[in-house]
């Protein structure tokens, strides 16, 4: 497809289990965003990755989060001993933008995280 | 840092009338902005973006926005609500030549009353 994807669209697992959440952009795109977004919350920012730098992780909550990217295209995001205020939606977005920051993101549907 | 304030997390609207909702930001320097909209169990979609040139913006669905630099301000309009604009709306900033972090508002709910 043209847009990103993001699996799976929804995950229930229980609390301390580990996750992990998959996110691929659209190809071409060097830029990639991971977000949470709480129940009537606006966008949390959690990490960035831009081509073949190193990611700014300034956004992760704890070091419970992590997040890599493969060969500068999918993404996973991983949770480790989940807790019950993981619960959110997590959003993917990539862009074609090289650092000048005029290019929008494009966003997948997100995964619905629930902790049990 | 940078901040974009949304104000009023909930606007409701009747069918026909004009659409107002409001974004404010901070920054040190003239930024990029963004509107986008997000339907139930979806992901983000862009409404439009202003980056340089004319302050009057014209996005997807009859939406627009104006930059007011004086105002700090990046507020979206629209003359007649439908019913299909029933949705959350996001403001976003970025600084030009940062790369990096975007920064949303916390959103605002719009509610179309037939």
């Known amino acids: 497809g043209a847009g990103v994807s993001q699996s799976p669209s929804n995950k229930v697992t229980e609390k301390g289990k580990d996750v992990e959440l998959r996110c691929d952009p659209i190809?071409?795109?060097?830029?990639l965003y991971w977000y949470r977004q709480s129940l009537g919350q606006g966008l949390e920012f959690l990490i960035y990755f831009q081509g073949n730098s190193a990611p700014d992780k300034s956004g992760l909550p704890s070091d419970r989060f992590s997040a890599e990217r493969t060969g500068g295209s999918v993404s996973t995001l991983t949770i480790q001993r989940t807790q019950q205020e993981d619960s959110a939606v997590y959003l993917c977005a990539s862009s074609s933008h090289d650092g000048y920051s005029n290019q929008p993101q494009h966003f997948g549907d997100g995964t619905r995280l629930s902790i049990l | 840092a940078q901040s974009v304030t949304q104000l009023g997390s909930h606007v409701s609207v009747s069918e026909g009338a004009l659409v107002l909702l409001r974004c404010n930001y901070s920054?040190?320097?003239?930024?990029?902005l963004f509107w986008y909209v997000q339907y139930p169990n979806q992901g983000l979609q862009l409404l439009l973006k202003?980056?340089?040139?004319?302050?009057l913006v014209k996005g997807i669905n009859g939406f627009e926005a104006e930059f007011k630099k004086s105002e700090t301000s990046f507020h979206l309009t629209k003359p007649s609500a439908h019913m299909s604009d029933a949705a959350e709306y996001f403001c976003a900033v970025t600084e030009p030549n940062t790369g990096n972090q975007f920064y949303f508002g916390t959103g605002t709910s719009l509610t179309v009353i037939p």
């Open positions: 190809s071409g795109h060097t830029a």
């Open positions: 920054s040190s320097v003239p930024p990029y």
């Open positions: 202003y980056t340089t040139g004319a302050t």
